[in-house]
C-alpha cells in the first residue's frame, strides 16, 4: 500500500514558475513507476508527465514538453514536478500516482496507475 500526498499548488501569474511535490509513504517507494496528472472540471484526467521506477526514463505530454521537469529523490520518497512558463490552460487539479509496473517505458493511461494522491489546485491567472 502507497499513501501519496501532493503539495506546492497555489495561485500564480502567467509565466511563472511552481514546483509540486508528492511525499510517499512506505519504504518500497523506488520500485514504482510515478506519474502526475491533471484534471479539470467536465474533463477526463490527462496524462502530464512520468518516470520509470528505474528514473531512466521520463515522457511528458506535448503541451507540457519543455517547461515541465518530473524528478524523483527516492531518499526522500517524493517525486516533483517543475513548472516553467505557466499558461492560463495549465490551470487544473494535479494529481500524482504511482504504477507498480517495472517496465522500462512510462505508461500513460490513468488506468494503469494503482495509487492515487488527493489532488493540489494549480490555477494560472491571466
Known amino acids: 500500500q502507497v499513501q501519496l500526498v501532493e503539495s506546492g499548488g497555489g495561485l500564480v501569474q502567467i509565466g511563472d514558475s511552481l514546483r509540486l511535490s508528492c511525499a510517499a509513504s512506505?519504504?518500497?517507494?523506488?520500485?514504482?513507476?510515478m506519474g502526475w496528472f491533471r484534471q479539470t472540471p467536465g474533463k477526463e484526467r490527462e496524462f502530464v508527465a512520468g518516470m520509470t521506477w528505474s528514473g531512466r526514463r521520463t515522457y511528458y505530454a506535448d503541451s507540457v514538453q519543455g517547461r515541465f521537469t518530473i524528478s524523483r529523490v527516492n531518499a526522500k520518497n517524493t517525486v516533483y514536478l517543475q513548472m516553467n512558463s505557466l499558461k492560463p490552460e495549465d490551470t487544473a487539479v494535479y494529481y500524482c500516482?504511482?504504477?507498480?509496473?517495472?517496465?522500462?517505458?512510462?505508461?500513460?493511461?490513468?488506468?494503469?496507475?494503482?495509487?492515487w494522491g488527493q489532488g493540489t489546485q494549480v490555477t494560472v491567472s491571466s
Open positions: 512506505g519504504p518500497t517507494f523506488s520500485n514504482y513507476a
Open positions: 500516482a504511482a504504477d507498480s509496473w517495472r517496465g522500462t517505458r512510462v505508461r500513460t493511461r490513468p488506468a494503469d496507475y494503482d495509487y
